[in-house]
T-cell receptor, first 115, second 114 residues
Framework: NAGVTQTPKFQVLKTGQSMTLQCAQDMNHNSMYWYRQDPGMGLRLIYYSASEGTTDKGEVPNGYNVSRLNKREFSLRLESAAPSQTSVYFC??????????????FGAGSRLTVL | SQQGEEDPQALSIQEGENATMNCSYKTSINNLQWYRQNSGRGLVHLILIRSNEREKHSGRLRVTLDTSKKSSSLLITASRAADTASYFCATSSLSNFGNEKLTFGTGTRLTIIP
């Protein structure tokens, strides 16, 4: 059982380049999330998808776009990367965002460096 | 600003001792969760305590919640080297649309000295 799989694990970009982080879960979860983790900042929510076909902004959505491709997959796109987007990105999923006990399962993370 | 603030930021103890870390938050919550993160890995859920519960146990973990003080504590008893990790509290609140919003704190870095 793979859980939540993120690709790539590492990526180096130049300012202005674009890229997409991929995420897939095999737990039949309805809800999926993208977080970024920066030193001293904890995890901050970028975007989430409560269910297939819906996406909503989180705390820090500027500079990012997302696509909920199907129930399994949720991608995060940086259209024009900036050094401020250097971070570790985590994808997570949960059974259902309105469950009242929303426990997240995280992927291993994608470390992105923007030069 | 972060909803949950962990204290201390870093903690080093001898193997076999108990480790206690605290989480304070600002607004009313639906539940509070604790997660562990090993170096270079994703977060792993440890335990969830609902707002109407005061204490919960899971193996060597004990979590307390004091909603009047807006605080929670995580106690790890008889610590092991494998407990070395960062620990995060996450507070859950409901949005106007009924979605459950999880907000993570900045974490406590726990080091167990063999």
């Amino acid at each position: 059982n793979a859980g939540v799989t993120q690709t790539p694990k590492f990526q180096v970009l130049k300012t202005g380049q674009s890229m997409t982080l991929q995420c897939a879960q095999d737990m039949n979860h309805n809800s999926m999330y993208w977080y970024r983790q920066d030193p001293g900042m904890g995890l901050r929510l970028i975007y989430y998808s409560a269910s297939e076909g819906t996406t909503d902004k989180g705390e820090v959505p500027n500079g990012y776009n997302v696509s909920r491709l199907n129930k399994r997959e949720f991608s995060l796109r940086l259209e024009s990367a900036a050094p401020s987007q250097t971070s570790v990105y985590f994808c997570a999923s949960s059974p259902w965002i309105i469950s009242g006990a929303n426990v997240l399962t995280f992927g291993a993370g994608s470390r992105l460096t923007v030069l | 600003s972060q909803q949950g603030e962990e204290d201390p930021q870093a903690l080093s103890i001898q193997e076999g001792e108990n480790a206690t870390m605290n989480c304070s938050y600002k607004t009313s919550i639906n539940n509070l969760q604790w997660y562990r993160q090993n170096s270079g890995r994703g977060l792993v859920h440890l335990i969830l305590i609902r707002s109407n519960e005061r204490e919960k146990h899971s193996g060597r973990l004990r979590v307390t919640l004091d909603t009047s003080k807006k605080s929670s504590s995580l106690l790890i008893t008889a610590s092991r080297a494998a407990d070395t990790a960062s620990y995060f509290c996450a507070t859950s609140s409901l949005s106007n649309f009924g979605n459950e919003k999880l907000t993570f704190g900045t974490g406590t870095r726990l080091t167990i000295i063999p």
